[in-house]
């Protein structure tokens, strides 16, 4: 069974981590996640009251860690990093910027701190700031994502910092989960995948898309302004927003607002042309709804099959 410092100090039967996905990662799919042996994360994106809705779910359907990820740029982010510690979640996940501000109380109150990051000098810093690790995420990766490949990214940052690493972007199956090992990860997140688990409360549309999905499917947007790249399935609204975006007359903030609401749209209503479907680059791998159990056992049946004989494999 394949056994690393992440799933040994947080209690999992995995190194694994399942993405916390705005708009759909709730306290259902992530209980799923933790009862099958990975971290469940909840995303706080909606707001406070959702929040402790959503932990309390994942509370009363699973007794193992569950994690929350903190999307900084939100501006219910101060009430969400006290929630975390009042309702005492073990771990938090950070994206969209440093969460400097948060992390003293986070870390008085016992929280593990895992910030995604997307280079190395964030990694550093972080690492000095108290992180417990961080998610090195690569661009393959679906929603926000950063200049580097995670091929290029992750090796950079385990020999950058003495915190554990934790690989993602562009992991659909065992191949993925061996090859983050080889270049120095000790566990991995994936988003992508879940989004076809039937503890999933996406909309079905949504899966849909991803499992209809192949290798060409994904466009970037937000890469002419800086600061707000994201990778998501094409559709209409992808398309209208990369020719809105490159016209002459546009500006950053005209373009931000092409992006208000959309997610929403897509994970909730379904919206298949005005809604903005984030996912990675795998969604061409993936093409079956199943259990968050049967997949994490899949993957790591899998990555155990091809780790055979190393380190990683006890």
């Not at 501000?101 to 972080?126: C, E, F, H, N």
């Not at 302004?225 to 975006?245: A, D, H």
Request: charge should be negative.
């Amino acid at each position: 069974m394949i056994s690393t410092v992440i799933n040994e100090s947080l209690g999992l039967a995995f190194p694994l981590f399942q993405g916390g996905m705005a708009w759909i990662a709730d306290g259902k799919l992530a209980a799923a996640v933790s009862e099958a042996g990975g971290l469940g994360i909840i995303s706080a994106m909606a707001g406070g009251d959702y929040l402790r809705g959503q932990i309390k779910i994942a509370r009363e359907l699973t007794k193992k860690p569950i994690g929350v990820n903190l999307m900084l740029q939100s501006n219910t982010a101060d009430e969400a990093a006290q929630i975390i510690i009042d309702e005492g979640v073990e771990v938090v996940t950070t994206g969209a910027g440093m969460p400097t501000k948060y992390m003293p109380a986070w870390l008085d109150a016992g929280i593990k701190v895992i910030p995604v990051i997307a280079s190395v000098a964030m990694a550093v810093r972080m690492e000095k700031l108290g992180a417990f690790a961080v998610v090195a995420e690569g661009q393959e990766s679906g929603g926000h994502i950063g200049e580097l490949t995670t091929m290029a990214l992750v090796p950079q940052v385990v020999d950058a910092v003495s915190i554990p690493v934790i690989a993602a972007g562009g992991i659909a199956d065992g191949r993925g989960v061996a090859a983050s090992f080889m270049l120095g990860a000790k566990g991995v997140q994936l988003g992508t995948r879940f989004l076809v688990a039937k503890e999933c409360g996406v909309h079905h549309n949504y899966k849909q898309m991803v499992l209809d999905a192949n290798d060409t499917s994904t466009i970037t947007t937000g890469r002419r302004f800086g600061g707000n790249t994201c990778r998501q399935l094409k559709n209409q609204f992808s398309r209208n927003f990369i020719k809105v975006e490159y016209a002459p007359e546009s500006t950053a903030e005209t373009v931000a607002d092409l992006g208000v609401g959309a997610l929403r749209r897509a994970a909730v209503d379904g919206d298949t042309k005005t809604g903005c479907f984030l996912a990675g680059q795998i969604s061409g791998m993936v093409k079956t709804e199943q259990t968050a159990s049967e997949i994490i056992n899949e993957i790591f049946a899998e990555a155990e099959q091809l780790l055979s004989g190393t380190e990683f494999v006890k």
